[in-house]
């Protein structure tokens, strides 16, 4: 086996406020965009007192907005990019007034029309679709009053969300929400990002609790062996109530809604069990509307293909069992969502890193750095990048007074072991080894790493064993 590991130097640091009237920012000109690295993170510690509208330098969203800075985001794939300046503090301590532009070309001279162009308030936020090994250039600068707004601190976060590829599969197992006595079977369920089920679904009947459907059908309308899925707890007294119904007793007319309410201070756990010990098997869950809170699967944060479905890759147990606890992070009892259905298929295993490697890395080893980024291609391999593209290492984050992390990370990587190593002098380190309180990888799709307090210093890599 080889490992590889990335480097990351982390060093303290006192973010303050800028000061007027003494150097522009260090991301005033296009040729220094500060380099947003990951596919997700927040960028902070610098603001646009005293920045200036280079030569050449297209206006952003409108004439006077000529206080601008510049970062930049790399696509490792296809998807969605979302950005926000919500947080951002102006020098009267209030929200920003942001506009904000987002751009491709290599130079200021060759840039082509904006992609996004927006001035919808104060903060500002947008997604826009990015194709993978694209450099996307972000301008932002105060609204011009006039005088064009000055902000202290910049808060600009950002999240790359993977495009839901439609998956053609005979095995998938459709779950539709009904009443017993319902004869509708499915028709509160569209857009599914899954195909090759006969249209027969499954029906659960959403008014009993605790429940198990023993005897499932798959898409090809053949008896899934041994595979059942149950409907397992609650944890909250309202129940698995049908929605519109309120009790679970109560006969709903022909076009009432069938779901299961998920409120926002509660938890509902399901579990499909009879799977094959070990193997990743995609989830897709179907909401009637977008949850009022933020949905979490399994604590995970799920992607979501339109705000009605959500879908996430999970790994069934030793048993051969997948429990999906469906919850909301910090929401009130008045936030829900109702859920009209679930499928379940499975991923095809990949053939592990010499196969990425061939495609990605000009099959060198795990160990070596194809791109000459300094992230070694293993490591790369992990974090789901294409290899043969800039990475960045991850930046440090620090929100109130906790500093992490946070490694993006392929569910599908086939890995033996992965570690985070920490050093104060890069010659003796320390394994910090999971399961363990400092590294969370609740979500399938990064790897997060809490700093120890109050340290002075610290160097920090992954370490991964493929």
Same mark, same amino acid.
């Given at each position: 086996?080889?490992?590889?590991?990335s480097?990351?130097r982390i060093?303290?640091a006192?973010?303050?406020?800028? !000061?007027?009237?003494? @150097?522009?920012?260090?991301?005033d000109?296009?040729?220094?965009?500060?380099?947003?690295a990951?596919?997700? /993170?927040?960028? !902070?510690?610098?603001?646009?007192?005293?920045?200036?509208l280079e030569?050449?330098e297209p206006d952003?969203?409108y004439? $006077?907005?000529?206080?601008t800075? =510049?970062f930049?985001?790399?696509?490792?794939?296809?998807g969605t990019?979302?950005?926000?300046?919500?947080g951002?503090?102006?020098?009267?301590s209030s929200? =920003?007034?942001?506009?904000?532009? &987002?751009?491709?070309?290599?130079?200021?001279?060759?840039?082509?029309?904006p992609?996004?162009?927006?001035?919808?308030g104060?903060?500002?936020s947008?997604?826009?679709p990015v194709?993978?090994g694209?450099?996307?250039?972000?301008?932002?600068? $105060?609204y011009?009053?006039?005088?064009?707004d @000055? @902000?202290?601190n910049?808060?600009?976060?950002?999240?790359?969300?993977?495009?839901?590829?439609?998956?053609?599969?005979?095995d &998938?197992?459709?779950?539709d929400?009904?009443?017993?006595?319902?004869?509708?079977v499915?028709?509160?369920?569209t857009?599914?990002p899954?195909?090759?089920?006969t249209?027969? =679904?499954?029906?659960?009947?959403?008014?009993?609790?605790?429940?198990?459907?023993?005897?499932l059908?798959n898409?090809?309308?053949?008896?899934?062996?041994? %595979?059942?899925f149950?409907i397992?707890?609650?944890?909250?007294?309202?129940?698995?109530?049908?929605?519109?119904?309120?009790?679970?007793?109560?006969?709903?007319?022909?076009?009432?809604?069938e779901?299961?309410w998920?409120t926002g201070? $509660?938890?509902r756990?399901f579990?499909?069990?009879g799977?094959?010990?070990?193997?990743?098997?995609?989830?897709?869950?179907?909401?009637?509307?977008p949850p009022?809170?933020?949905?979490?699967?399994?604590g995970?944060?799920?992607?979501?293909?339109?705000?009605?479905?959500?879908?996430?890759?999970?790994?069934?147990?030793?048993t051969?069992?997948i429990?999906?606890?469906?919850?909301?992070? #910090?929401a009130a009892?008045?936030?829900?969502?109702?859920?009209?259905?679930?499928?379940l298929y499975?991923?095809?295993?990949?053939? #592990?890193?010499?196969?990425?490697?061939a495609?990605?890395? /000009?099959?060198?080893?795990?160990?070596?750095?194809f791109?000459?980024?300094?992230v070694?291609?293993g490591?790369?391999?992990?974090?789901?990048a294409?290899?043969?593209?800039?990475?960045?290492?991850p930046?440090? &984050?620090?929100?109130?007074?906790?500093s992490?992390?946070?490694?993006?990370?392929?569910? @599908?990587? %086939?890995?033996?072991s992965?570690?985070?190593?920490?050093?104060?002098?890069?010659?003796?380190?320390?394994?910090?080894v999971p399961?363990?309180?400092?590294?969370?990888?609740?979500?399938?799709?990064q790897?997060?790493?809490?700093?120890?307090s $109050?340290?002075?210093?610290k160097?920090?890599?992954?370490?991964v064993?493929?």
């Amino acid at each position: 086996m080889t490992t590889h590991h990335s480097l990351i130097r982390i060093a303290s640091a006192l973010l303050g406020s800028a !000061t007027m009237g003494l @150097a522009a920012p260090v991301n005033d000109d296009f040729a220094n965009a500060i380099n947003l690295a990951g596919n997700s /993170g927040t960028q !902070t510690g610098t603001g646009n007192v005293d920045a200036t509208l280079e030569s050449g330098e297209p206006d952003c969203v409108y004439p $006077g907005t000529d206080n601008t800075v =510049w970062f930049k985001w790399t696509a490792s794939q296809s998807g969605t990019l979302n950005l926000s300046t919500t947080g951002s503090i102006n020098i009267g301590s209030s929200e =920003w007034d942001a506009a904000i532009c &987002v751009y491709t070309g290599a130079t200021l001279a060759t840039l082509n029309a904006p992609l996004v162009s927006q001035d919808t308030g104060l903060d500002e936020s947008c997604s826009l679709p990015v194709t993978a090994g694209t450099t996307y250039f972000i301008q932002a600068g $105060g609204y011009p009053n006039p005088p064009a707004d @000055a @902000a202290s601190n910049i808060l600009l976060t950002w999240s790359f969300v993977p495009p839901l590829l439609t998956v053609n599969s005979p095995d &998938v197992i459709s779950i539709d929400v009904v009443r017993t006595d319902s004869t509708a079977v499915s028709g509160d369920i569209t857009g599914s990002p899954v195909t090759g089920q006969t249209g027969l =679904w499954n029906r659960l009947n959403g008014g009993t609790e605790p429940q198990t459907l023993s005897t499932l059908t798959n898409g090809a309308g053949a008896t899934a062996a041994g %595979v059942s899925f149950s409907i397992v707890s609650k944890s909250d007294p309202s129940g698995f109530q049908i929605s519109g119904s309120g009790a679970s007793g109560v006969v709903l007319a022909a076009n009432d809604p069938e779901r299961l309410w998920v409120t926002g201070d $509660g938890t509902r756990t399901f579990a499909f069990s009879g799977l094959t010990s070990g193997a990743t098997y995609g989830l897709v869950i179907f909401n009637s509307g977008p949850p009022q809170g933020s949905l979490t699967i399994n604590g995970g944060t799920p992607h979501t293909a339109v705000p009605t479905i959500f879908y996430t890759n999970e790994v069934a147990d030793g048993t051969g069992k997948i429990t999906v606890v469906v919850g909301f992070n #910090g929401a009130a009892h008045s936030d829900y969502m109702e859920i009209s259905g679930f499928q379940l298929y499975p991923v095809a295993a990949t053939g #592990g890193y010499d196969d990425w490697a061939a495609t990605n890395a /000009g099959a060198q080893a795990a160990d070596l750095d194809f791109d000459g980024d300094g992230v070694p291609n293993g490591v790369e391999y992990f974090m789901g990048a294409t290899g043969s593209t800039f990475t960045a290492n991850p930046p440090l &984050v620090t929100t109130a007074g906790v500093s992490t992390v946070t490694w993006p990370r392929d569910p @599908a990587a %086939v890995i033996a072991s992965f570690m985070v190593q920490e050093s104060d002098n890069l010659s003796s380190w320390t394994d910090i080894v999971p399961p363990n309180a400092s590294i969370n990888e609740s979500n399938p799709n990064q790897v997060v790493y809490t700093l120890p307090s $109050g340290a002075p210093k610290k160097f920090c890599r992954l370490v991964v064993t493929p």
